[in-house]
């Protein structure tokens, strides 16, 4: 069951926005401002759907907000420009097949000034509470703003426990030409043990430490859906290749839905040149412009093909 078309209400910077068309993997691109992270935390909002929230004083981002049952806090910044008056409303439509045939539902979320509250709308006649609670619950969102919000020696422990660190290292090695044999978290500093020497993973670069952490999440978690915002941020264009097919491969090995940003054309090249090498029809790249007066978010998107032709024509796809 996959997400397939998202329509976004009074939220952040979107006073009115929909997403449809939506395939295993989407990169969103565009320049500052277009939307790209207000997509990602409207995605988030379904982690939890309970129906009263504790919404940190101080959001940057809704994966910083923390349940409480006796109260809801909201801070207006969560509304478009901060008009408490109009209710933020996001839907998602899900989609799935079963006996060949296609059924699809929505849950939508509403946000007031007294709290969050949920509402499934079945359009097909079958629907499992339990199968979207498995969904919703492996929502995972990675930024590198929320880097110490992540529980990375917990998550990371059991990946040992599990025998999992092998995959980890060997796929660091393999993207950035390493001969790593360990790695270790301790009092929260990551170590990365070499054969005759250890050093803190700050050391090696903020791009090994990104792709560190992001893979923990993967095999810890085992999400469902992935947001990952600027995932390309500190890699070079060789290492962002290697992390790109490995990226391909974990999405349709553990059947990992992924929400992927960027404002680099470069970026979005790699990714059509690695979806085009493995002969694959799941990914769709997704433009975004966002009218700042009056929030209405413009999205055109493409597949493969589509993306290759525009690239071939001269076209930037980072704009409309």
Known sequence: MKIKEISIKNFRGIANGKIKDLAQINLLVGPNGCGKSTILESIYLFRKTPDKFYLNQQPESVVAYERDKNRANINETWWYKANTENDIEVEILFDRIIERARQKWGLTIRLDKAGISSNINSISRVFDPDEFKNISDRIQYFSIRFQKEIKLQEFYQDMIIRREEKSLIEMINSVYNLKIEGINIINNSIWVAFDKYSIVIDSLGSG?????????????????????????????????????????????????????????????????????????????????????????????????????????????IRYI
């Open 208 to 316: 090994i430490r990104m792709l560190f952490v992001i893979l923990v999440l993967i095999y810890s978690l085992k999400p469902s859906v992935l947001l990952v915002e600027e995932f390309d941020a500190f890699q070079y264009p060789e290492s962002l290749k290697k992390i790109m097919r490995a990226l391909i491969r974990i999405s349709n090995e553990k059947d990992i839905q992924m929400f992927l940003t960027t404002h680099s054309l470069e970026t979005a090249q790699i990714l059509l040149d690695c979806g085009l090498e493995e002969k694959l029809n799941s990914i769709n790249f997704y433009t975004l412009a966002l009218d700042n007066e009056t929030g209405v978010l413009d999205v055109s998107h493409s597949g493969l093909k589509g993306a290759e032709l525009l690239i071939k024509n001269g076209r930037d």
